[in-house]
């Protein structure tokens, strides 16, 4: 008898010890335990600057470096916020915001950065990264690798033919109504179906196709708003599809080199090596100033260097409401909307934006040429969120008073160049 408790106690620390090894890998540079360090709210304004040391990825080149050019000044901004006055500076400490970039008819006009960042750091993205992956999705359309946005997903990617996903278009995808069930809920003490689909995929090394494929319809597509991530990681499998290839190569071919970003990126992948499969639904890691630049590419209507890389119409239509139940206000989410993979605020005039847990932003304002770029690691960025529609706007209003436009709402080169013109008038005998 004392030698089977033997035996059995041997077994157990053997398994401890097995188990153990696993879950810290000291061999291993994405051990679980690392992994499972990223949750320590205390420490993501550091972690969220480190991603990919943590997690297995893909490097995006930035090899066509073209800066925009530099016209810094200091921002004496307040704004009014539940009944006090407040500075920018105390909305950047307590939102624990590490860079922040505003950029204003192509200029970079103020850069703040915190906790040791700098403007070479890699910030992750979270899902600012769906808002990436659309505008691939519009780029592809455009070439006429995709026919038409009510196109189904299977007819691009033949992983997920034959299942509820295969049979959803893209147009309901980018919207955010897939129909899907799933319960997108980031708080470690609620259900959620989302965080599994995060960790599994590193922990677990599963591959995150398979796993969403097998998630299932539970409602009619197109007849609600209901955020989920899956979705653009689905569209993100559309895109590796038309464009043949890895998420973060693609990237780098089709918007990195062409846009001129100005720093090295990373987009994070389930496991290291060409296997890996990105999480299409998030982590990107890059610059503030070139989160920023997409922001430019957006304000000029999809035209970068003269050349057209998004359609038409592309960026009315991704900053747009598609159904009463995308207007801000008319969903879960309090004081925004949604358009395409892009967030529309409360009491919208041409502005919208991605954004990211725990406080990732590209605020665009296409009426004053201005875009925001924010990173952070805030635990109550929930919380927060109306607050920063607050903050950004006395952002514009002090870089791009409403008074430096005519009432059609003209950009300020385009009203400075007819004032002249005025003038010229004026002064002939």
């Not at 009510?150 to 919207?175: K, N």
């Not at 239509?317 to 879960?332: K, L, Y």
């Not at 993979?341 to 847990?357: L, S």
Request: glycine share 6%.
């Amino acid at each position: 008898m004392m030698r089977f408790v033997t035996a059995v106690l041997a077994a157990l620390v053997l398994l401890g010890l097995a188990g153990a090894a696993w879950y810290y890998r000291p061999w291993s540079d994405y051990a679980p335990a690392k992994i499972r360090a990223l949750e320590d709210p205390e420490d993501y304004p550091i972690t969220y600057q480190r991603m990919d040391e943590f997690l297995p990825h893909t490097l995006v080149a930035a090899d066509a470096a073209s800066p925009f050019p530099h016209n810094l000044s200091p921002l004496d901004i307040t704004y009014e916020w539940q009944g006090e006055t407040k500075t920018l500076d105390q909305y950047l400490e307590e939102a624990q915001v590490t860079g922040l970039t505003v950029l204003y008819r192509g200029e970079v006009v103020s850069h703040a950065y915190a906790y040791g960042a700098e403007e070479d750091s890699r910030f992750t993205s979270w899902s600012v990264g769906k808002s990436f992956v659309a505008t691939l999705i519009g780029k592809a359309l455009h070439e006429g690798l995709i026919g038409s946005l009510d196109d189904t997903v299977e007819q691009y990617a033949p992983e997920y033919a034959g299942t509820d996903y295969g049979a959803t278009s893209l147009r309901h995808l980018l919207m955010m109504s897939s129909g899907m069930d799933f319960n997108e809920e980031y708080s470690a003490e609620a259900p959620s179906d989302v965080r599994p689909l995060f960790f599994n995929a590193f922990i677990l090394r599963r591959n995150p196709d398979e796993m969403v494929a097998r998630i299932e319809r539970d409602r009619t597509p197109g007849e609600d708003f209901h955020y989920i991530s899956p979705n653009s990681h689905v569209l993100s499998a559309v895109v590796r599809n038309v464009y043949e290839g890895r998420l973060a190569e693609i990237l780098e071919r089709e918007l990195w080199a062409p846009l001129g970003m100005r720093y090295e990126a990373s987009w994070l992948q389930h496991k290291p090596g060409p296997e890996g499969v990105a999480i299409g639904y998030c982590c990107l890691q890059a610059s503030s100033e070139d989160y920023a630049r997409l922001g430019q590419l957006y304000l000029q209507d999809g035209v970068w260097n003269g050349e057209r890389m998004l359609p038409e119409g592309w960026v009315d239509q991704v900053s747009t409401p598609p159904t009463p139940s995308h207007e801000p206000g008319a969903s879960r989410y309090p004081n925004r909307g949604y358009g395409l993979h892009f967030w529309i605020p409360e009491d919208y005039d041409r502005e919208f934006y991605a954004a990211g847990v725990f406080g990732q932003y590209i605020w665009m304002d296409r009426k004053r040429d201005l875009v925001i770029a924010q990173n952070a690691g805030d635990p109550n960025w929930t919380d927060r969120n109306v607050e920063m529609t607050a903050v950004f706007r006395a952002i514009a209003n002090t870089v791009a008073p409403l008074n430096r436009f005519d009432v059609h709402g003209q950009a300020p080169e385009e009203a400075d160049a007819q004032a002249a013109e005025a003038d010229a008038m004026e002064q002939q005998p």
